[in-house]
């Protein structure tokens, strides 16, 4: 008996180890707004929230894109606009949550039409922002810098300090569609990288390491689309944004922050 056991644990030690799972970027979610209206596709919605444009509705589908109109009479607050939705929904009781050291890859098109034009105060187009008030981890934003209208992103640390991730020049993409992606690891020692890109032209494809992503005790991080901005900039027009083919892709079965973007 004791041969036959002596057998049977060489034989379990010489058995090699199960292979480790490749990294792989995985399809979570991808509205269609063809099957998915805006409640359908979206954690929430922020549509004139203080009712200043009666009876308007500011966030709907039109054709195959999510549309957000902004006018110059609309309000959220004294000195801003916002309309905005936000999360990303699967079905009508759940929403995807972003948690600590997850990586996941956030891609759409977008259409800036030239009426939306960059601004001398802020002009928010995209956010990651933990539920409820405070300031974001990072935004897409069109600042007037030097006197040249540019789109950027910008990571926020916790000190509420911003740091610039890329910029490029707005006018040449205004009136097209354009591909842009977030990569990025909710840890409070992550990385923040966006790509943007005209047809097969890359014009941003920046990475910034080092990023704290994760703000304590945070329950989760959600993402943000929309036109939100200040009234204290000259020139303020009624305006509008498009957003389709949107994609997130979360990294599963390992750590891979090196592989290809996933093509929005």
């Known amino acids: 008996m004791s041969g036959v056991l002596?057998?049977?644990?060489?034989?379990a030690t010489a058995l090699p180890a199960a292979p480790a799972s490749a990294a792989a970027w995985t399809l979570r979610w991808n509205p269609a707004p063809s099957d998915d209206t805006v409640a359908?596709?979206?954690?929430?919605?922020?549509?004139?929230?203080?009712?200043?444009?009666?009876?308007?509705?500011?966030?709907?589908?039109?054709?195959?894109?999510?549309?957000?109109?902004?006018?110059?009479?609309?309000?959220?607050?004294d000195d801003r606009q916002r309309n905005e939705v936000k999360g990303m929904r699967t079905s009508g009781s759940s929403y995807?949550?972003?948690l600590e050291?997850?990586?996941?890859?956030?891609?759409?098109?977008?259409?800036?039409?030239?009426s939306l034009d960059a601004t001398s105060s802020f002009t928010h187009i995209a956010q990651m922002k933990v539920?409820?008030?405070?300031?974001?981890?990072?935004?897409?934003?069109?600042?007037i810098s030097g006197g040249t209208p540019k789109i950027n992103v910008r990571y926020w640390d916790e000190a509420e300090q911003t740091h610039e991730v890329g910029t490029t020049n707005?006018?040449?993409?205004?009136?097209?569609?354009?591909?842009?992606?977030?990569?990025?690891k909710a840890s409070d020692n992550g990385y923040l990288r966006w790509t943007l890109k005209d047809g097969s032209t890359t014009l941003v494809d920046k990475r910034?390491?080092?990023?704290?992503?994760?703000?304590?005790d945070d329950e989760y991080l959600r993402p943000k689309w929309g036109i939100y901005r200040s009234i204290n900039s000259s020139g303020l027009q009624n305006t509008y944004l498009l957003i389709r083919n949107l994609q997130a892709h979360q990294?599963?079965?390992?750590?891979?922050p090196d592989l290809d973007p996933v093509t929005p």
């Open 6 to 11: 002596a057998a049977l644990a060489l034989t």
């Open 40 to 77: 359908e596709a979206f954690e929430g919605i922020e549509d004139d929230r203080a009712d200043s444009h009666s009876g308007v509705t500011h966030i709907y589908v039109s054709g195959d894109a999510y549309r957000f109109d902004m006018h110059t009479q609309d309000r959220d607050g």
């Open 96 to 98: 995807l949550k972003i």
């Open 101 to 114: 050291n997850q990586t996941w890859r956030i891609s759409y098109q977008m259409y800036i039409p030239t």
């Open 131 to 143: 539920p409820g008030s405070g300031a974001p981890l990072y935004t897409m934003s069109l600042p």
């Open 170 to 184: 707005l006018t040449p993409i205004q009136g097209k569609w354009v591909d842009t992606t977030f990569e990025f």
């Open 208 to 216: 910034m390491d080092g990023t704290d992503l994760w703000r304590g």
């Open 251 to 256: 990294l599963t079965g390992g750590s891979a």
